[in-house]
């Protein structure tokens, strides 16, 4: 019975179906289902047929974002409250705050990053756009993340990305987290200019550049 | 006074006179209940001087229809685009289409190494020199971008390279700011012999554009502002991408591009009644894979036509998109993708149309490309020019001269006609396997190279008088020592 439900959230995703998974999440939890099964097992599984799909070209960029937000909202709004109330444990590659920065409102293509991080198993924290650079450091210490992303669109945005690391390292916790680096003008150059631990030129390579980083996979 | 001839275009159509109509609509629809979202205080309180609904503290003007179709009226049907020659000058009237190349592409194809690399000042200069050559590009922009300059800089730097380098009409690439519209439209002013002779012959336009969706920036609205004071010709055309920053649909991304440009014309009609306002929405999509934007679809050619005809429902000249592909590097995809997007902006019949010569999706500048555009250009322009039938031409006199079995070679008729009925060749080769070994076995890259080679090799231009030089110069010092102290 257990292993029908978890099918269902698996589907819902697939089918990018928000309202199923949501609801299937929450029959998850009646069912008495452990919240870190009922992702793992079931949304994770299906995350993960989306992201085969779309790296054949069966499926595009709206399908990712569309199945993205159906495990997402089940998550959010139903499982991961339950998380955090039992104090359990998720496995996740990485705990990965994202935004783009200060003075920018550009966020398409950090948007897909977020989501591209979401299903490769990175635990999300997508701060917008037009962020503080107080705001990146403050959740990167609150969530204890492993990574911090900053995007930028314009070349005048794009010297806040070098503040962001000096505000890590004013903070204490440089050494704590990687920082990547991405957006239209950022060069690999450039990262490594400001001392950026990882570029990468699209959202597929941000993940695999975020991999790398944490040693996972 | 000769002027530059226009292409004649307009033939092709995808939407029937409702379904414009449905779009035109649904435009006032977006503007009168949803609005744009203008960051600019003095705009806003103009907007709501005006019967605009303005909400200051969202920062969102919403336009009723009659404001809207009010600015349509008074925006001039007929503009003229003057060169630093009169004889460059050209007249964007109708379905009229007009070709040249735009900026901004980091990157550039060096000509003599084949180098794909970040763009200079000098290779806009080039550029300038290389269309002012070139017999069908009627107005001139960089193609690149001056990586060199500082970037405060740039937006001065760029159309004084390009404007010493041709006597055409020359097109400012905006990077927002108003105090560097001002030094702009100051240095047009010397070179045009004063406020009024510029006014009367606008030697320079500008290519501005709101952030899609629907949000209009203060730097760009600055230079907005600006340039409509001056009464200078003024392009007013968002990039909304279907999928990402407009909606995935043909006809809705149209919707909302129109709508965002629409929505300067009433700045600029109220700031300037009557100054010259070139509208547009340029077509891209989001490529699905990539997350990149695309420049070569077949949707980004649809969207031309559609473009054109809601262009000539209002009457209002518009700026087209054309000559440029995906492609990384001049390749069959490249040349197969802007030969296509030329022919369907010609056929389209929108007034202005750029980015002749980009390749990566407008991130490169391949002057090959440009030079291989001008003679596609020439071949549309022999298509539409037309064809003559009458007695002469019709020639069943020489068909019978001629005689059964006869030869055309020789014939008083065939000297006669041949210039004005047939278009030579300059880089598309039509000699045999022999004769093309002979010369090289060049390829039609490598030839569009050395024209373009031989084009700064040979080719003059009248340079800026020294005085007027020397003034220019000054301005810029002063200006980049302004924004050096208000960026400290």
């Known amino acids: 019975m257990s292993h029908e439900v978890l099918e269902e959230m698996k589907n819902a995703v697939v089918n990018f179906d928000v309202d199923k998974a949501v609801e299937s999440a929450r029959k998850a939890l009646e069912m008495g289902i452990d919240p870190v099964e009922a992702i793992e097992g079931g949304l994770t599984k299906g995350l993960r047929i989306i992201g085969e799909k779309f790296e054949k070209g069966e499926l595009f960029l709206m399908h990712i974002v569309a199945a993205a937000e159906a495990a997402r909202r089940a998550i959010d709004e139903v499982l991961q409250p339950e998380v955090l109330k039992r104090k359990a444990e998720r496995k996740v590659l990485g705990r990965v705050v994202i935004g783009t920065v200060a003075g920018d409102i550009h966020e398409i ?14 635990e999300v924290f997508d701060l917008g756009r037009d962020v503080p ?11 204890n993340a492993d990574i911090v992303a900053a995007s930028a669109l314009l070349s005048t945005t794009l010297l806040v990305q070098r503040e962001i690391i000096e505000g890590l390292e004013a903070a204490g916790i440089r050494d704590k987290v990687k920082v990547i680096v991405g957006g239209a003008p950022v060069t690999q150059e450039w990262a490594e200019r400001i001392g950026a631990d990882g570029y990468g030129a699209d959202a597929m390579e941000a993940v695999s550049v975020a991999k790398r980083l944490l040693g996972a996979e | 006074m000769r002027l530059r001839p226009g292409l004649k275009g307009g033939q092709l159509r995808v939407l029937s006179e409702d379904q414009v109509y449905d779009i035109h609509l649904a435009i006032l629809r977006v503007l009168e209940e949803h609005g744009v979202e203008i960051h600019h205080e003095a705009t806003l309180k103009i907007l709501d001087g005006a019967g605009a609904d303005v909400d200051f503290k969202k920062q969102v003007a919403k336009f009723p229809e009659h404001l809207v ?115 702009m439209i100051k240095m047009a002013e010397l070179v045009a012999g004063g406020s009024d002779e510029l006014k009367k012959r606008p030697i320079i336009s500008l290519y501005n554009e709101p952030s899609s969706p629907l949000i209009f920036g203060s730097e760009y609205v600055e230079a907005l502002v600006e340039w409509s004071e001056a009464g200078l010709p003024l392009i007013w055309a968002p990039c909304p991408i279907s999928g990402a920053t407009a909606p995935i649909t043909l006809a809705g991304s149209i919707v909302q591009g129109i709508a965002e440009s629409l929505a300067g014309n009433v700045i600029c009609q109220l700031v300037n009644p009557g100054v010259p306002f070139i509208f547009g929405s340029v077509p891209l999509v989001l490529d699905m894979k990539s997350a990149l934007v695309s420049y070569g679809t077949v949707e980004t050619m649809i969207k031309e036509v559609m473009l054109a005809q809601v262009a000539e429902y209002y009457q209002l000249p518009s700026w087209g998109t054309g000559g440029c592909s995906d492609s990384k590097v001049l390749d069959e995809q490249a040349v197969a993708e802007a030969a296509l997007n030329l022919t369907i902006a010609a056929l389209s019949g929108n007034n202005l149309v750029h980015d002749v010569g980009f390749i990566e999706s407008a991130k490169g500048g391949s002057i090959e490309l440009l030079v291989i555009c001008d003679e596609i250009i020439a071949m549309l322009r022999r298509v539409m020019k037309g064809v003559s039938v009458d007695d002469e031409t019709l020639a069943t006199d020489t068909i019978m001269e001629a005689g059964h079995g006869g030869s055309f070679l020789g014939l008083k008729h065939t000297l006669k006609y041949f210039s004005s009925e047939h278009l030579i060749s300059e880089l598309m080769d039509r000699s045999g396997w022999v004769g093309w070994k002979r010369e090289g076995e060049k390829t039609l890259a490598q030839r569009a190279r050395e024209k373009a080679k031989k084009i700064l090799e040979e080719h003059e231009i009248e340079p800026l008088p020294k005085d007027v030089k020397e003034e220019i110069e000054k301005i810029m010092r002063e200006v980049e020592k302004a924004a050096a102290k208000k960026a400290a």
């Open chain 1, 109 to 122: 293509g950090k948007n897909l990053v977020a989501v591209m991080l979401f299903i490769a198993g990175f």
């Open chain 2, 69 to 183: 179709e009010e600015s349509i009226k008074k925006a001039p049907k007929i503009v003229r685009c003057c060169g630093r020659n009169p004889k460059e000058d050209f007249i964007v009237e109708g379905r009229k289409v007009y070709f040249g190349p735009c900026a901004g592409a980091t990157h550039i194809f060096d000509l003599e190494t084949g180098e794909r690399r970040f763009g200079r000042l000098s290779d806009m200069a080039d550029v300038a020199k290389i269309s002012d050559a070139l017999p069908n590009i009627d107005f001139v922009m960089g193609l690149t971008s001056a990586s060199d300059v500082p970037s405060i800089m740039v937006g001065l730097h760029e159309p004084y390279a390009v404007m010493s380098n041709t006597c055409k009409h020359v097109q400012a690439f905006c990077y927002g700011d108003g105090d560097l519209t001002k030094a």
């Open chain 1, 133 to 143: 650079i107080e705001e990146f450091v403050k959740k990167a210490k609150d969530v």
